[in-house]
């Protein structure tokens, strides 16, 4: 199978790119990069849940833009670089514990924007949050 991916990377050194930032401190973590999407994982607990103990709509925003953000960056070629220009997100059920998953998939990957869609299930696979990220292409 042909994969979308331009730049080469493994799992480890992707997850290495996530430190010292906001997806280290969310405890982000990429679990797989298949040749058409990427997948991730986050856990729901002190660092990501809002006051009333449920995963925080914002902590979702941010698992989706990183996401979107990394597998835009994989698709370009070595000089490039994106940087998101719109997120929306539709948050349709809670979650209050364990973790999400996440899959990034591209909805267009042209020369100078992309759309990313990233869907965040629980851990029953029930659909959380449906996300939508766009990046402009930079280089």
Known sequence: MQTIWKKTI?????????KN????????????????????????????C???????GGASVVLAESMGSMAGWL???EEQNVVGIEVNASHHRAVASGKVTAVCQP????????VWQIEIKNLRGKLCCSARLTVTVLG
Not at 50 to 56: A, D
């Open 107 to 114: 909805l267009h990957l042209g020369g100078q924007i992309q």
């Open 21 to 48: 930032c906001l997806i280290e401190h969310l405890g982000i973590v990429f679990t797989a990069l298949h040749p058409t999407h990427l997948e991730a994982e986050m856990p729901v607990d002190s660092r990501t």
């Open 10 to 18: 493994d799992l480890d050194a992707l997850n290495d790119m996530g």
């Open 75 to 77: 698709t370009c070629r």
């Open 50 to 56: 809002q006051p009333f103990g449920l995963l925080h």
